[in-house]
């Protein structure tokens, strides 16, 4: 799965001269926490929610209550926004758009072609391709077990689910209790609690969970 099946587009863009007050409304009544800025049909910044509620004038509280209001309401995008903005690629894969994520602790990267932004991938839209890929809005008997870290387990696995007549619907793969060991979530249709855990019992190492839902 790559970032250009999952990205939101077309995107919703500010410019750098809207006021912060004028760019808050918008956010708020587009439903969104964040927005590149674009000037000249150029990447210029990256504006949050949160650039938003913070901007505010220097010494407000010796100010009255009129002229905070009048230079909150002077102050641009462009004074609030982030100016070094990371972007990716509509080709790159979807994990390595959570890792940049993650190690560089933003929420959101637009996606660029050929130097134009056509997009943008947020923590909200990975969230949602994890909900599919751990099949949470698909009913199911839920399991997860701890396995051998060697070759052939999920295979092993999936021929038992299959010839007891269950269907995985769901896979993830995720690192065991030490390097010895892998712990696989997935979804099965077809099987109830009871059979999934005695197909499973004599082939993985420690069941840590059934349940249905």
Known sequence: MLVGERMSHPVLTI????SALDAQAFMRREHIRRAPVIQDGKLVGIVTEGDLLNA???????????????????????????KKVM??????P??????????????GLPVTRDGKVVGIITETDLFKVMLEMMGARQKGARASVLVPNVA??????SKAIFEAGGNIIA????????PSTAELAFKVA??????LRAVLTPLVTQIKDIRTY
């Not at 972007?87 to 790159?92: L, R, S, V």
Request: a negative charge; hydrophobic letters at 40%; glycine letters at 8%.
């Open 152 to 157: 052939g387990e999920i295979a092993e696995l």
């Open 15 to 18: 410019s750098p001269d809207l």
């Open 87 to 92: 972007t990716i690629g509509e080709d790159t």
């Open 56 to 82: 505010s004038p220097t010494q407000a509280t010796l100010l009255s209550v009129w002229e905070i209001n009048y230079l909150v309401s002077k102050i641009k995008v462009s004074q609030v926004m982030s």
């Open 94 to 107: 979807i994990e390595e758009a959570a890792r940049v994520m993650i190690d560089n602790k933003i929420g």
């Open 190 to 195: 077809g099987l109830d609690e009871a059979t």
């Open 171 to 178: 896979l993830g793969t995720f690192a065991g209790d030490d």
